[in-house]
């Protein structure tokens, strides 16, 4: 069933394709005005293709999703609230990818992103083992000063992973995937229906029901544990195992931790959302400014951040 499905969802570019250039010169922009490359990857509604924009010779990655499919898949709002949390966002910050047009025709909707060439965080964590402390330090500052701009907007990601954050050609953070994205109107959010990966939920979605921008920050604590050490903080056997080891905050660090990353990792997984470091207001003691102050970023460059070459990941 998965290769029928992945036969339509070809078939159905290809048709897009020959008809964009059918109808080239309508004056709108169209798959026509752009050169396909290779696939850069596959979702589970989508294709991602390398492609250059014949204009200007400027590359950009397109995400291509099949109607039909969202449409017997019940994703159409899905598709939607991602384009509506990436115009929100629009190009106001380096860490984040830019949606910079999109288009359809009668197949398929067609978003065109930045290009992120050098993969996903997830696959160099796996591929080293685990990232330098040097490393950790610059992706988690860009990864903290890309959510206070996006938590600035009232945007919660919810999905925060390695596998969400690509590295640009120059091997800075792009986070992506904001299909489960939302724009917050009160706060917080009751009552959803959503869940993100198992290993990156914070204990209050489990227990409450509730996502706030203080999620985001639960996950950050998440991936600097495991960009550091290589595995996941919590994990076990199954699915239900890793959310009762998160409800109950139970996780250790390995030999060799460095100290001032496991107190902020520590202020991070903390249950109340409320009390997470980053998730205060600007007056309080754990404001955005106190998260970019604590030790473990002493060293960062917060004015070069986007500038300063990345350290090596060897
Ligand atoms: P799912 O929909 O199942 O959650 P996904 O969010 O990874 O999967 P897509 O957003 O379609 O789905 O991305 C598919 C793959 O394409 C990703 O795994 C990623 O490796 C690659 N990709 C996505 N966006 C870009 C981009 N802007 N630049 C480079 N590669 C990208």
Sequence with gaps: QAQQQTKERSKSRKRSREASRARSANGRLGAQEFSFGDTLGEGSYSTVMRAQYIRTGQEYAIKILDKNHLIR???????????????????????IIHLHWTFQDEWSLFFVLDLAPNGEMQSRIS???????????????????????????????????????????????????????????????????????????????????????????????????????GRFAFQGLSEYLTWQKIKSLDYNFPDGFDEDAKDLVRRLFIRDPTQRLGAGGPDSAHSYAALRAHSFFESVSWETLWTDPAPPLE
């Design 73 to 95: 898949k019940d994703k159409m709002l899905v598709a939607l609230a991602e384009k509506n949390v990436l115009v929100k966002l629009g190009a106001g910050h380096p860490g």
């Design 127 to 229: 591929r080293l083992g685990s990232l330098s402390l040097a490393s950790s330090r610059y992706y988690a500052a860009q990864i903290v000063d890309a959510l206070e701009y996006m938590h600035g907007k009232d945007v919660i990601h919810r999905d925060l992973k390695p596998e969400n954050l690509l590295l640009d050609a120059q091997f800075r953070i792009k986070i992506t995937d904001f299909g489960t994205g939302k724009i917050l109107e009160n706060g917080a959010e009751r009552g959803n229906t959503f869940v993100g990966t198992a290993q990156y939920v914070a204990p209050e979605l489990l227990e409450n029901n509730e996502t706030s921008k203080s999620s985001d920050l639960w996950a950050l604590g998440c991936i600097i544990y495991q960009m550091i050490s």
